[in-house]
T-cell receptor, first 114, second 112 residues
Framework: DARVTQTPRDKVTEMGQEVTMRCQPI?????VFWYRQTMMQGLELLAY????????DSGMPKDRFSAEMPDATLATLKIQPSEPRDSAVYFC????????????FGPGTRLTVL | QKEVEQDPGPLSVPEGAIVSLNCTYS??????FMWYRQYSRKGPELLMY????GNKEDGRFTAQVDKSSKYISLFIRDSQPSDSATYLC????????????FGKGTTLSVSS
């Protein structure tokens, strides 16, 4: 049963610390998305990749967020330095080529910045 | 005005009721319309997928798209307690692998 995996599931950290979230997309999917979900804003796109190349990261605060795909089996989202307003659930999703909108979400990383 | 508007609810119905969930949108270029279901502390999962206008039925679920009114709906017949979740509409104008624009989600509670 192929699924997207994310680590860690929960992260509590202090303001100013670096946070790294990892995602393993479904094998064979060529697009990977990072979303952030909060009660106020809902699900917001932060960045996405196609064939490991970044296509759009306009949703990310560039001064503190960075997203990379070092290889086809790993996507990372890094926040440095973290701030309390970054507290949210971060989802990774992957999708196959050829079908718009079919995205498979991971279980999310619940980040709390104190 | 956000590109996609969705009433957050919450919506509470008794078991067996017909549920109607709706979204409006402003971008006439949207061609692909989806409904995702999200259970508490889980990631969203794709529930229904529609291209352009029309209806699509899958078991107890029916998705409707009215592009002339920029309005989409999801109907759930014979609702069950297991349908209790947040339902998010999502849309895209683009090719495969492009980003989706999500509504904020409607929280549904079905009581037995």
């Amino acid at each position: 049963d192929a699924r997207v995996t994310q680590t860690p599931r929960d992260k509590v950290t202090e303001m100013g610390q670096e946070v790294t979230m990892r995602c393993q997309p479904i094998l064979g999917h060529n697009t990977v998305f990072w979303y952030r979900q909060t009660m106020m804003q809902g699900l917001e796109l932060l960045a996405y990749f196609r064939n490991r190349a970044p296509l759009d990261d306009s949703g990310m605060p560039k001064d503190r967020f960075s997203a990379e795909m070092p290889d086809a089996t790993l996507a990372t989202l890094k926040i440095q330095p973290s701030e309390p307003r970054d507290s949210a659930v971060y989802f990774c999703a992957s999708g196959p080529s050829g079908r718009v909108g079919e995205q498979f979400f991971g279980p999310g990383t619940r980040l709390t910045v104190l | 005005q956000k590109e996609v508007e969705q009433d957050p609810g919450p919506l509470s119905v008794p078991e067996g009721a017909i549920v109607s969930l709706n979204c409006t949108y402003s971008n006439s270029a949207f061609q692909y319309f989806m409904w995702y279901r999200q259970y508490s502390r889980k990631g969203p999962e794709l529930l229904m997928y529609t291209y352009s206008s029309g209806n699509k039925e899958d078991g107890r679920f029916t998705a409707q798209v009215d592009k002339s009114s920029k309005y989409i709906s999801l109907f759930i017949r014979d609702s069950q307690p297991s349908d209790s979740a947040t339902y998010l509409c999502a849309m895209s104008a683009g090719q495969a692998g492009t980003a989706l624009i999500f509504g904020k989600g409607t929280t549904l509670s079905v009581s037995s």
